[in-house]
C-alpha cells in the first residue's frame, strides 16, 4: 500500500476531469457531504428555477403555464432525460411518483402478464418499501401470489418457472453491493419471468444499460444521485415491447388515451403515459431538472471510475488509520460488486455517526449497525476522503462517540 | 333587478371584509383570474417560501432538514391544517400523493370494509379520474365489484343495501351544483354503505362539516381553492373511527408502523400515518402551506356569502347583458344547490372562451360546451365580476369569438 497523503488527494484532484462540476453545486462551508445517495446536493440553478416556476409560471402565466411552459409535457420530457442516463430510449420513461407507487405499477403489470404463477423473487434485506409495497399488493389481489425472499448468493437458484416476476434492488442500500443485472434478467427470461429493477441507489450512480440487458420493467429515485431535490419524483420505466400489454392498476386521467376528452369510461394510453396516475407536483419537478441537465454533461465511464476510486481509498484509509477500532467492512471490495457507497458495521455506528456529524463529515446510520458513506462524484472531492478519514481517526482516537449525547436514536435519518 | 353600474360593485369591494386578501396574492395585471378552481393564484409569500426552502433547508442543512426542518412531519402538520377548513379533527387528514391515488387508497379500504357488498355508487358525470380510479381498481380485484353510475337526482335512489361505498364529489366539475352531504351520508349509513366525498372543488370554497355530518372518508386538491401551487400535493381523511380498521393496499415505508425499524414485512401504522406512501415532493409540499396559511385566517362564512353574490352577480349580468347570445345557465340558481362557480353551455363555446382569454378573463372550457368561471373570494373583486361580463358582451356583440384562432382547440386546458 502507498504512503497515502493529504497531498496526494490535492493531486488527484487537480487531475480529476470532473472536478469542475463541484462549482455547479451548494455545498456548505466545511462540511464534507458523503450523504449524496439519500439526499443529493442542490444545484445551484435550482434557486433560479425555482424562482422560475413560482413567479413566472405559476404567478404570471398561471393556468396557461400548461401549455405556454410545457407542464403537461414535463413528466415524459424529464423521462426522457433520466432515459438517457440509465440505457432506455425515449418515450420509455417518466418522471412521476414515488419510488414505492411505481414498483406498485409494474408488479401489478407483472402479475398480470404472468398469470398463471405465483412467485415474486425479491431480497429479503432488500430497502424496506419495496418489499412492503409487494406485501401490500399481493394481500390485496389475494390469489396465493408468495414473495419467496432471497438473499444475494441465492437470486439466481431462486428463479425457477413457478416465478412470475424478479423485483430486485441494483445496489443494495445497505451494504451497496451491486447485482449483476444482465446475468439475473437472463436467468429470469430463461425461466419465462419479468424483471423489475429498482435503480435507486445505482442511477446517476454508475452506467446502466437497461436494453442492453434486455430489461422489462424498471423504477428508481429523483433525489439521491440525481440531485433532485427533497422528495422530487421518481421515475418508471417500461421497456417499449411491453408498453400496451398489461394495465397498471393506478389508472387516473393522466393515464387515459383521451385524458381531456372527458370520457365516462376508462381507456388506457397504449404508451409510456399509460404509467401516469394524476397532476405531478410541477415546482418540484421542474427543479429535478436542475439535477438532470447536469448529470446529463458527465461521462458516465468518468464517473463510475472516479465513484470507485474515491471508495477504494475510503475503504484503504479506514482500514489503514482505523483499523483497530472494530469496523468491518460491509461493502464488496471487487469493483465489479458494489455500486457508489461504502457500508461497515460497527456496535456503536449510531454514536459514530453522530460524532462525525458533529464534526462535518455527513454520512447516515442504518439500523441496527451499518455506518454509510455516498461518493458524489460530480461533487465529492479526493481531499474530503483523506479529510474525513482524518475527523474520524479522531473521533476513535479520543473516544468523541462517547458523549452522551450522540447515543439518542432518532437524531439521524 | 337593479340597475346594475361599475359603481355598484366598487362600492361592493368597499365595503368587503375579505377585500384585503386581494393583497396576499400575486394577479398578472389587468388579468381577470376567473380559474382559480382549476389553479389558484400565487401567494405572494410562496416565493419566499420556495427560496427558503431550496437554499436554506435543501442546499445549506441538506439530509438534517428531515428532523431539523421537520420535513419528517410535513404531511402530517399541513393535514392539520387542512382538517380546520373541512370540518375535520386533529390526526385525521394528511397532505400527500394526488386526488386519484387517494381516492384509489379510500376505496380500497371502503371495499375491504364491505366484503359482502358489490356496488359502488358514482357520479357518471363526475370528473373522470375518480370513475377511471374506480374501475382500475375493480378490474384489478376481480371480484364482481359493479359501479352503479347515477346523477344528481337518482344518488339517494341509488344507495341500496348491496352498496358498498358511495364516492362522490361534492361539487360538480362541470356544472357546480353541490350536492347534500348530510343527506347522502346519512342514506349511506342507513342502509350500511360507507361514503367518500371528494372535496376538490368545495375545499376552500364553502364552509365543510365532515365531522358533523359522520362521514366516513374524504380527499381533495391542494391546488386549487387552497391555492397550494400547480399539482400541490393533494389532501386524505380518514375518520378516527375508521383508522387501522382497515388496510389501504400501497403500503409504502411512510405506512409502516415503524418506518425507521426498517423490518422485512409489513406492519401498518393505525393512525392517519397509514395512509402515505412513500417520500412526499417536499418543495411542492411546503408552499402549498402558503395557501392554506391564508385559507386559515379567513372567515369561511363571510367567504361563501361572498362567493355566492359574486357568483349570483355574474348569472345576473350575463343574463342582462348577453341573454339573447344562446348561453344557458347549467349551474343551479339556488345557493343551497352549488359551489363557488358558474358554468354556461354555448355551442360555440371553446372560441368564446379562447376570446374572453386573449381579453384577458380566464376562465376554461370544459368538453363538449361549458364555460367555466370560478370565483375565489380572497382574491377576486366585485367589480372584476362587472368588468368579465363587459368585456363577454363586446365580444359576443362584436363577434369576437369567429376569429379562426379561436377555434383551435387544445389551447384552453
Known amino acids: 500500500m502507498p504512503e497515502y497523503s493529504r497531498d496526494f488527494f490535492l493531486n488527484l484532484d487537480s487531475q480529476d476531469s470532473l472536478a469542475p462540476f463541484r462549482a455547479e453545486f451548494h455545498l456548505p462551508e466545511g462540511l464534507i457531504y458523503l450523504d449524496g445517495n439519500s439526499l443529493g446536493a442542490m444545484p445551484k440553478s435550482a434557486k433560479a428555477r425555482a424562482l422560475d416556476v413560482v413567479e413566472r409560471e405559476w404567478g404570471e402565466d398561471l393556468i396557461t403555464s400548461w401549455n405556454k411552459n410545457g407542464w403537461f409535457h414535463l413528466a415524459e420530457k424529464l423521462g426522457d432525460k433520466i432515459a438517457g442516463l440509465i440505457g432506455a430510449g425515449p418515450g420509455e420513461v417518466m418522471a412521476c411518483d414515488t419510488t414505492g407507487l411505481n414498483l406498485y405499477k409494474l408488479l401489478s403489470m407483472a402479475l398480470d402478464m404472468r398469470p398463471d404463477r405465483k412467485g415474486i423473487v425479491m431480497e429479503g434485506s432488500n430497502f424496506p418499501t419495496d418489499n412492503y409495497m409487494a406485501q401490500g399488493l399481493i394481500g390485496q389481489l389475494g390469489r396465493g401470489h408468495e414473495i419467496r425472499f432471497a438473499e444475494k448468493e441465492g437470486i439466481l437458484d431462486a428463479i425457477t418457472k413457478d416465478v412470475a416476476v424478479v423485483s430486485l434492488t441494483q445496489v443494495h442500500y445497505k451494504t451497496g453491493h451491486l447485482l449483476d443485472m444482465k446475468a439475473i434478467t437472463d436467468k429470469a427470461h430463461a425461466v419465462g419471468a419479468l424483471v423489475i429493477w429498482d435503480l435507486c441507489h445505482s442511477a446517476g450512480a454508475l452506467p446502466i444499460d437497461l436494453n442492453g440487458c434486455e430489461a422489462d420493467f424498471a423504477l428508481g429515485c429523483g433525489y439521491k444521485y440525481l440531485n433532485g431535490g427533497p422528495g422530487a419524483p421518481a421515475f418508471i420505466y417500461v421497456a417499449k415491447r411491453h ?102 458495521t460497527h456496535e456503536h455506528g449510531l454514536a459514530i455517526m453522530q460524532a462525525l456529524i458533529a464534526d462535518k463529515v455527513v454520512g447516515d446510520f442504518r439500523a441496527p449497525d451499518i455506518v454509510r458513506f455516498g461518493f458524489t462524484p460530480l461533487y465529492t472531492r479526493y481531499v474530503d476522503v483523506w479529510d474525513a478519514v482524518s475527523r474520524l481517526k479522531n473521533i476513535m482516537e479520543q473516544e468523541l462517540w462517547r458523549n452522551p449525547e450522540f447515543a439518542k436514536a432518532g437524531a439521524v435519518t
Chains 1, 2 share one sequence.
Open 243 to 344: 408498453q400496451g400489454q398489461a394495465r397498471q392498476p393506478l389508472t387516473g386521467w393522466w393515464s387515459h388515451a383521451a385524458p381531456f376528452a372527458f370520457e365516462r369510461d376508462y381507456r388506457p394510453a397504449d404508451n409510456i403515459w399509460q404509467t401516469l396516475t394524476g397532476t405531478q407536483p410541477i415546482l418540484s419537478l421542474s427543479v429535478l431538472e436542475c439535477g438532470l441537465d447536469i448529470m446529463g454533461r458527465a461521462d458516465m465511464a468518468e464517473l463510475r471510475e472516479k465513484s470507485l476510486n474515491l471508495s477504494s481509498y475510503f475503504i484503504d484509509l479506514v482500514e489503514e488509520h482505523c483499523g483497530g477500532y472494530g469496523f468491518t467492512l460491509a461493502t464488496p471490495r471487487e469493483w465489479d460488486d458494489r455500486g457508489s457507497q461504502v457500508s461497515f
